[in-house]
């Protein structure tokens, strides 16, 4: 249990670094007027930016992103290498779960409104789509042993 | 760590080796239902955490879903001198602006709002550009019925009008905005607006109906594909391509660096 813990929780760790990364990209392509940045060899991220999903009540979704993924990666190095290294409050591994769980089905209305509703696909947004499913899917044995015990892996 | 892993070994074993009380019978039936479902899941604590999860997620959805109200806002005609068809100045002029739009766009709405009339008042009226519109139908079904409404529109040489009334009413993507009869409507306030339009509401509602500008919209939407145009707006300034909404300044540099060669070159 300790090693597949330790794992899992380097994994999301890098998971949320690269999560991270993304959603800065993203970001600064949202608030980038002239289009100067690449959207990478696939898809077409301006038009998926441009479009009225793009904000949430005036807020960049991509912006909301960066924020899931500093919000995650703060919980896990603290569980890593911070206050909760020996021993973590059970509410840490469910708040992971929560935000990986919210950010997961988020991405999934995203991509779905991508592929149906803007017609435009952004590789960008597919890959913190991934990435955040990942982390998810990391996060879930830990989520569910934590609401039976007071402290969790993760 | 693995304290917890010999613990867990030895609660499994004394429950294997404890006697069965009644109590204990009745233990497994008390567990069952709703308290079992939730314990399955992980306990209350996390049932809750996925309970905010999804409160979380409904909220985000439904402030993230664009108004579908149309904008009422009286629509003012613009003057627009030169124009024919879908081109817009003179046709010798030395700089030719190919647009390359979607009437779902709200950049490109930005386009004609923000940027076309100090383009119009610096460049189109003086003659030194001519603007030709293009569709990039793209965004949708409701993309493609208001491109091919522009087309009956233009039938009766009224293109650009009906294009600024489009971008005026302009809403939530495929959110029932440019329905058929919307469309007709904007028709009707657009005739009401420019008394000597000459125009013809039962022509246009038959083009509307009929459909047979659709096929305009598509042969030309898969033109600017080939182009490489991929998203709207687009711009080819003398085949110079600029994709997205332009600042101004960089536009006007853009015009003044291509006049300059196309008046070097001739």
Redesign the interface.
């Known amino acids: 249990m300790a090693s597949l813990g330790r794992w899992r929780l380097d994994a999301m760790l890098l998971l949320a670094v690269v999560g991270v990364g993304v959603a800065a990209y993203l970001t600064k392509v949202g608030f980038d007027p002239e289009r100067a940045i690449s959207c990478g060899p696939l898809g077409d991220c301006h038009t998926v930016q441009n479009s009225q999903y793009a904000d949430v009540a005036g807020v960049p979704v991509a912006l909301l992103g960066l924020g899931m993924y500093v919000a995650l990666l703060g919980l896990l190095a603290a569980r890593r290498w911070g206050p909760w290294a020996s021993m973590a409050p059970s509410w840490v591994p469910t708040a992971v779960f929560a935000i990986a769980l919210a950010g997961t089905l988020y991405s999934a209305y995203l991509t779905y409104l991508e592929l149906w509703v803007i017609d435009a696909i952004c590789a960008w947004c597919v890959a913190s789509a991934l990435i955040i499913t990942a982390m998810f899917v990391l996060a879930l044995p830990d989520a569910r042993s934590a609401g039976r015990s007071t402290a969790g892996t993760v | ?2 304290n ?2 010999r613990r867990r070994r030895a609660e499994r074993a004394s429950n294997r080796t404890r006697p069965t009380s009644p109590v204990q019978r009745r233990a497994p039936a008390s567990r069952g239902g709703l308290r079992g479902t939730i ?1 399955s ?7 809750g ?2 309970g ?3 409160v ?2 409904i909220g ?2 439904f ?4 108004g579908s109200s149309i904008d009422n806002t009286p629509f003012e005609p613009k003057e627009r001198a030169q124009v024919d068809a879908k081109t817009w100045g003179d046709p010798l002029a030395p700089v030719r602006i190919v647009m390359f739009e979607d009437f779902q ?3 490109c709405r930005r386009f004609t709002e923000e940027l076309e009339p100090q383009l119009a008042s610096e460049f189109i009226e003086t003659g030194r550009v001519v603007v030709e519109y293009h569709h990039m139908a ?3 079904a409701e993309s493609v019925a208001a491109a091919s409404a522009s087309e009956c529109a233009n039938e009766q040489g009224a293109f650009w009008p009906y294009h600024d009334i489009l971008f005026l009413r302009q809403g ?3 959110a029932g905005v440019f329905s058929t009869s919307n469309l007709k409507t904007f028709a009707e306030q657009m005739a009401a607006a420019i008394p000597d339009l000459g125009w013809d509401q039962a022509a246009f509602d038959a083009c509307v109906d009929g459909g047979q500008t659709t096929a305009i919209v598509e042969a030309e939407t898969g033109e600017a594909r080939t182009a490489g145009v ?3 707006p687009s711009f080819l300034v003398n085949g110079e391509a600029i ?5 101004y300044d ?1 536009l006007r540099s853009t015009i003044e660096r291509v006049e300059a060669a196309a008046s070097g070159g001739s």
Request: charged share 10%; with cysteine.
């Open positions: 760590m693995s917890d892993r314990d899941f992980g306990g209350p604590v996390t049932v955490a996925i905010l999860a999804l979380f997620v985000l959805v402030l993230n879903r664009p766009c709200p950049v793209f965004l949708g939530a993507e495929n991929s998203s709207t994709v997205g909404l332009p600042t960089s």
